[in-house]
């Protein structure tokens, strides 16, 4: 039972290291290990037999999602007409709901879903009317009307903020993080907070293209970027590799690469941290799931 759920790759590299670090794996190994062989070529011969599920929005995927969809349907039943349903369609959908908030300058920074805001609705209010019980929003950002006016089907991943940490300045610039219909890929694009717009890139505005992109901010002028540019830039787990330092106003493709991890790591990047004055840059390999390796400096 131990190995069930593991991914064809992954269970005779475990079966190999247990026969090896002696944490008593060795009789659950040994009996495993002696038809592996034959389970092996097996499993490299299904190796890849759904790659074609990648492409989320080819014709061949999304029918394959559609027939999944009516055999649960056939199966369960159709439940949004369910009592249950409702009350929880209700709930996470009610105006009564706490709206939790980040602080970025003088302001409380929101996003909120409704019956009218189905994909988000950025806000933000201050503090005085946000104690008052009745908040009164300005709204930043509606990831619903982006939809509309880009014909888009933009899902909110998050956004990576550029503050300086010095006392009395106002963060004005983020990077938004959307994908296309939900999937890991993202576009990352610069986003102005106090104009509430996107910052173009004919006036110098950051964009990265479509991918499973890792970034963060050196300073003002500079990014830390792991995407994809070409062969050897991710790793078997299809996230960055490397790192690359790009400046404000110069090619992507041409951005140094200043960090390197191994193809076999899960991910690789970067981030600065501002503490009590202390500036430190890291650098961090994902090795697995659960392990990490921190370089600073």
């Given at each position: 039972g131990i190995l069930l759920g593991m991914t064809y790759s992954a269970v005779p590299a475990l079966v190999r290291r247990s026969l090896?670090?002696?944490?008593?794996?060795?009789?659950?190994?040994?009996?495993?290990a002696s038809g592996l062989p034959a389970r092996a070529a097996a499993w490299a011969e299904k190796d890849g037999e759904h790659a074609w599920l990648e492409e989320v929005d080819s014709e061949r995927a999304l029918e394959w999602v559609r027939s999944q969809n009516a055999l649960a349907l056939d199966s369960l039943g159709e439940p949004s007409g369910s009592q249950l349903y409702e009350r929880i369609?209700?709930?996470?959908?009610?105006?009564?709901?706490?709206?939790?908030?980040?602080?970025?300058?003088?302001s409380l920074y929101n996003f909120w879903t409704d019956d009218e805001n189905p994909r988000d609705l950025w806000r933000r209010t201050d503090l005085d009317s946000y104690r008052?019980?009745?908040?009164?929003?300005?709204?930043?950002?509606?990831i619903d009307q982006l939809c509309a006016s880009e014909g888009e089907s933009w899902v909110y991943k998050g956004h990576v903020l550029y503050d300086d940490g010095q006392e009395g300045t106002i963060p004005s610039r983020t990077l938004l993080q959307l994908s296309r219909g939900g999937a890991d890929a993202t576009v990352v694009r610069e986003f102005d907070l106090l104009l509430k717009a996107f910052v173009p890139e004919s006036e110098g505005g950051f964009v990265l293209p479509e991918s499973k992109s890792r970034v963060s901010w050196r300073n003002a002028?500079?990014?830390?970027?792991?995407?994809?540019?070409?062969?050897g830039d991710m790793?078997?787990?299809?996230?960055?590799?490397?790192?690359?330092?790009?400046?404000?106003?110069?090619?992507?493709?041409e951005a140094p690469v200043v960090f390197e991890g191994l193809a076999s790591d899960v991910s690789v990047g970067s981030f600065v941290s501002r503490h009590g004055g202390v500036r430190l840059e890291w650098r961090v390999r994902s090795t697995g799931f659960y392990t990490k390796k921190y370089l600073v400096r």
């Open positions: 090896l670090d002696g944490r008593g794996w060795s009789r659950c190994a040994s009996v495993v369609y209700g709930i996470l959908t009610s105006r009564d709901k706490i709206p939790y908030v980040r602080k970025i300058g003088h008052g019980g009745g908040p009164v929003w300005e709204t930043v950002l509606s002028a500079t990014l830390l970027v792991g995407t994809k540019l070409g062969a790793t078997s787990s299809g996230y960055p590799r490397t790192v690359r330092e790009w400046r404000r106003g110069t090619l992507l493709a």
